[in-house]
């Protein structure tokens, strides 16, 4: 019987590891759409939870392209660490002391590619004691193969696999935390939410 | 060598969470028919074994709409926890005291979405040392790749992965105990067992 | 510049060919559940515009078992050919007769399988100039390579391929010609078409 | 040897078909995310190339659901009929009228669901010597094998299979018509489009 | 209005093009154990129907293999037309020469690849008159797209796409003619159907 | 660092579980013919390795459907436990003595359906102290979900998960022991396998 | 009774429209692998029936990216259209000079997307008389939806859709034209083909 | 909290187990470029970081095939062991001493086929205390449900799950360790990433 580690918005802090221009389009176990949607929901929730994040990238100036400029726009004042080139972002000492200097234990982990930008930092970040909970919706890689065996060895390991929209529900804990809020972000990324909402405003506007 | 956490037709309680006429909409990893048939067997199961069952919605007068009325019909008598706000139903006091009160450690929960309504109070209930066992076919959410997620996040913690018609044998045991009404129970929700009994019936009747 | 040639219930007629509980289990091109409601649909429909409805099956007595008993008790004065061994109904004078003492020239089928128990008939009927109006979705066979080939083998002579939804919908026209009839069909038969309606009517009921 | 009858932006009108936020979430053929993104576009493109575009609904007032308020937004002074029960469009003489009184001769259509609400009506034009183009993936239904029919019915009666993509590109004939018009229609709808975009904006930026 | 052009085992001759233990190593759009059994099948179904069967390879001597032993067990008195070099066997005067002494016009014809040692001699046969019925399913290439692309071509130029049930069927007619011949075919190639024979056989033995 | 517990011919014992002519039509996760062979295949290795083999049943009279003939032919003195109503097999006194009257500890199973035949024994005999290997491709059941929960639910309880071919390759050890034996196994059973030693042949006899 | 209008290396003319480094990362209907192998082998046959080819290009300078190098080395001296705006290929009139200045009425045509950069040029060469000859498999798009309308508009207007296999044995005609050369074509792109010749070589090399 | 385990190049050692070129004719959870792609891509990854690499095989001689020619061509002087019939690698001696003789820890092994040439050294070697690492896309086997068990197996016995790419990745730990080699090896094998290279070589030359 061990507790129930839950996301906690005081003690978490976002990791986004690598959704550069260039490196998504070696992401093929998500459809573009999809993909893009999902790691824009990771933003938006970050911010909405006000979440401290920290944004990384590998080679920006070559074919990996720049980051993505969604992400730059959403977090201007984020810890931006270029790395000069270590593959795994916890080797760079100014993306560990940047985690660290949050003060937070829990790790919310998404980036290009789930087997190694993701599951690299992953590890060595549990194995220093962090609870790492794997956006995997946000985090894309090659094909379902290579997903399906970056899972089982970070799950292995301790980390926990999530998805955005469960990620954003359990830092929110109760709807009434800010309902307005908590419904706009997810009619813009959810569109059945979307109409369902649509549907129920007509409804009672009548 | 752990001992084998049995279903216990006089110590498990049925706990339908969010099963609501819009929420189901966001329903995909499932065709809505199959959805549909596996979440009305489980309630025809909870039914046959007479098992306590708790009901739980979260803001059925917005969007999310009503409990699919099917349950609500089938269960009148049930506690029926309308939750203010909390997006995990083990947040809400009534729901853990309504579980407590029946005095059952066997926890049988399905839901909607599957990586929050479901996979919140099953990791809640596990840290209080409930046991717990997912009706994974009658749990829906986004896609399978959430699916995925859910159920690996789940298992890790403890959660036992089962499909309501693993949940109706474990509980009856021994088809003695009552042909006639496993028989019915079966043939309602499974077509080609219904098949199976309807050429029975021909052939035998000659 | 050809016509559209659209259903029309004063002159359709729907041909059931082999819903036998037997030889349902070989059809593996949809789910169990997903076939039943289908062939149920295309029933509820065909009563809902009182069409002409022919029942036939191949040797219930042996293997093949009996007609699913739900179609039997659904048409109990339908015309009923308990074909002798023909495995074209089309090849069986009383079926034809059948047919053609309805007067109609539109012919609704499904059968299982589709590229036997359908296929046949559909072909020889095109070949005597009536029109036929293939349900994909209630015919079943072994698997979607089947499904595939015999779809274009009709399709090549002239067979129209649709489904039960858009029979129904081509039926009637206009909703205004029975509003609640129609949407009671729907209901039973599209889970999320009966959320809707079930979302709506706790609203408007407020 | 038959001409190639290709879009013309003087001779194109758009029909959007029941995109209502109830009947959405019958679609199951697309994901939410795609079908939202595919519908958006052909709207966008419509909006670009200045094409006259006709809006329908049915019964938006019940359980259907209100027209999806994008499209609304997008089209304010757009011919706009809520039909009165006709479910084949067609059916509707104002909406008959409304394309007549265009002028105009291709009709690029797409709606939900794509057997009934965009295949009645394409058939009906095509009997009256227009030229239909179908937008496959901003038209939904309930799953591929539903699709798969109607696509072939629609084929069958001389109906052109397209995409958003092929007639913004047909369209549009020649970049140098419009570049950045273009470049920004396809990057707001194709995420790996826009990486392009992005990537080449930063090393050119240099 | 067409006549039915239906398969007559008076006027059919059966094509085995290829069905090489080399060459078999190519097919991945059917499974090994799928693809065994069809082409097993469609042989059975050939002797079953005495048909005349002609059986033609391509290189036996080198990579490709030598023709499935099973096959040439099968038909040991068949014309054999080991082809020097000619990919379309309909290129090999040997091997149309024996086609024409059969005095047959129906051509059954399956092999490996699809797209080419079937479409190649498909399409020439179809130029010269012949009716032209390709078992689908016992006929194998390197995918599902390039299967759809053969598919599609040799459609288009007037080919009947069929299965081996279908050609069984349609060959036989009528169980009559020999009940326990057709069903012993079934049963060997079609385990849900044996299995229903065997449920039949314990039920009436009783 | 735990033992590797590698299957042992001289400690295994086979159990078969309820692959019933009726239950069987139940099965949808393997297409009928890679089921049928699968089972068949782990029949061919129990006898081939000569391992005590145990037969049981549920409910042989009625619609379930006798045990399939094949393997009630190849294991005629194999113990054999119709079970009156036990839905576990190891609730069956009976059952349990004969796999104890072997005095093996490895337990090889397979069965119909999956997540109940097979993982109810699993699930107890590993609380005994068996080790239970589960041959997941002779084990059907209702569809990939389904059978995805049973396989988390037995792994986690420590089963090891196997297919028939790992099984007779595990207890095999070594090609010298019997290549002939070995080699007719996999050629019956291994398309591609009988492939390859067809070429091989043909070659190796000029 | 049309002629088989067989490809003919004296007649035929290979058109590569877009395969450039940018676009392609927009193609998700194949994986990469396989569409890199196809496009490769495509040329590799171009080459080797010694067919006239031309490359042409969209906005090379932006986005879009360069042709990939690899057909730019293997083409060094073909005509090389690089269109300054032109959508449809045939609108560009250096590209339908440079065809019409080959003699040859058989165009073979791959390119990327398969919507437009395929579709647009195939359905404009067909309005002229061409015999369009579409490579499927060498020719991608945004995923399988697409993929699947663009073939059924293509193949409506008369296209043969074949894929790179196919044509390279329809050129050939007769493997004694050039074993060798064919066989080293084959082996390069169908890994099973030169695992099979590879076995072969080891067998009779002994 | 256990230390990440990090594959190290200085402890690494590579096991290519029976990739012969008949037994990969059993493969089919890979299409055969993909297999082969990502085969030789773990080839090229051992020679770029030198790691000692051991090649063993099972009968070459028969029907099973010679280790394909390119792996011998790669690796001239790497220990290579002709197992005379042990089916688990590490039940031969030689095998073992080889691998013991490099005095590494680390395994990295991949094979045809996954659940036995893989999964019985991997669960012999854990036994041992040797930490392996299966590269799951470089083995291959007969379905997906095979591989899936087959990974459930070595997973629960302590094997990390990774992927060619993921050990490439991890081994270099740093770009700036050999940006052209690993630029170069990720080129060959990676289609995307090559596009991604030319399309910035072009603009980057300009």
Redesign the interface.
Known sequence: ????N?LNKDDAVVLLVDHQ??L???V??????????NVLALADLARFFQLPTILTT???Q?????L??ELKEMFPSAPYIAR?????AW?NADFVAAVKATGRKQLIIAGV?T??CV??PT??A????FDVFVV??ASGT??K??Q??????M???GA????W??VA??L??????D?EGLGHLLSER???????????A???A?
Request: charged share 20%; aromatic share 12%; proline share 8%.
């Open positions: 019987m061990q507790p129930y839950r221009t260039g998504i389009s070696l093929q176990d998500f459809t573009p759409n999809e993909f893009k949607n590998s080679f920006e070559g074919p990996n392209g720049p993505v400029p000069p080139g270590q593959i795994n080797d590619v087997d190694v599951a690299f590890l060595s549990l194995a220093e004691g995997t919706d090659f094909d193969t290579v399906q065996a970056a899972w089982a060895r799950s292995a390991a926990q696999m999530m998805n929209f469960a529900c359990e929110h804990r109760d709807w009434r935390n309902i959810i569109p059945n939410y979307r109409n369902l909402m649509n549907s129920y007509a409804l009672t009548r």
